[in-house]
């Protein structure tokens, strides 16, 4: 590209995109050059650098974005017993059931004890793995594998079982916080594979009946969804 050494080295960095770019002076450009690990957050919510005579750096920030997940109803369930998967989600009010339950996960559903399950809201647009990142304590990284043992380590996956628990629940009228028109709800799921040890499981109600599918943690969805997880500290949820 045409321009001054400056002007170069500006371009480079990315600052192109804020709207004095051609203004900077070599100071600033030197001060990112320094902080290069601050660059893609402030572009990303569309800081704007403003440069003053003799004065420091100054960053404006654009109001807080809303946290992406959101507690709506927290669910105490008792303990469930094991269950052969194939005999998930079969019978009444089932009316479709996803083969890949019987293709991706191990054979039996383990027994899972006394526990609470968190119903959560989406505030957008969202990837399975976007989710599980913002889980307390789960680890930050964008190998799925990881991500999935990650879960597993938190107690955050959820046994078939429990979600049909849930269904149950919602049906009798209890306050869940699940869906029930037409919008989807999540849930993580231990495969038995570790090579891809977690799969997300959907349970959607559609009139008086419901179907279950299953997907891949790298999968995008969209708002008015939700998820449920396992023993979530809601008071950590957002730090």
């Known amino acids: 590209m045409s321009g001054t050494p400056s002007l170069k080295r500006a371009y480079n960095l990315g600052l192109k995109a804020v709207?004095?770019?051609e203004g900077l002076s070599p100071e600033i450009i030197e001060y990112y050059e320094q902080h290069l690990?601050?660059?893609?957050?402030?572009?990303?919510r569309g800081f704007v650098i403003i440069e003053k005579v003799n004065e420091p750096v100054e960053v404006i920030k654009p109001p807080a974005l809303k946290p992406l997940l959101s507690i709506v109803a927290t669910t105490h369930l008792g303990a469930t017993n094991s269950k052969k998967t194939s005999k998930c989600f079969t019978g009444q009010p089932w009316s479709y059931r996803d083969g890949d339950f019987d293709n991706w996960l191990q054979k039996d559903q383990p027994n899972a004890d006394t526990g609470v399950i968190s119903t959560l809201a989406v505030s957008r647009t969202w990837?399975?793995?976007?989710?599980?990142?913002?889980?307390?304590?789960?680890e930050q990284t964008v190998d799925i594998a990881a991500l999935g043992r990650s879960l597993i380590a938190c107690g955050y996956t959820m046994t078939l079982v429990q979600a049909e628990e849930m269904v149950e629940t919602t049906e009798r009228?209890?306050?869940?916080?699940?869906r029930t028109n037409r919008y989807?709800?999540?849930?993580?799921?231990?495969?038995?594979?570790?090579?891809?040890?977690?799969?997300?499981?959907?349970?959607?109600?559609d009139r008086r009946v419901w179907d279950a599918s299953l997907g891949r943690l790298g999968r995008r969805w969209y708002a008015d969804n939700r998820l449920l997880v396992r023993n979530l500290d809601a008071s950590k949820l957002g730090l």
């Open 127 to 138: 990837l399975f793995a976007e989710a599980a990142r913002a889980l307390p304590g789960v």
């Open 184 to 205: 989807g709800n999540f849930f993580f799921v231990e495969t038995g594979n570790p090579n891809d040890p977690v799969s997300v499981g959907f349970v959607h109600r």
């Open 19 to 21: 709207p004095n770019f």
């Open 37 to 44: 690990d601050e660059i893609p957050l402030a572009l990303t």
């Open 173 to 178: 009228g209890e306050k869940t916080g699940m």
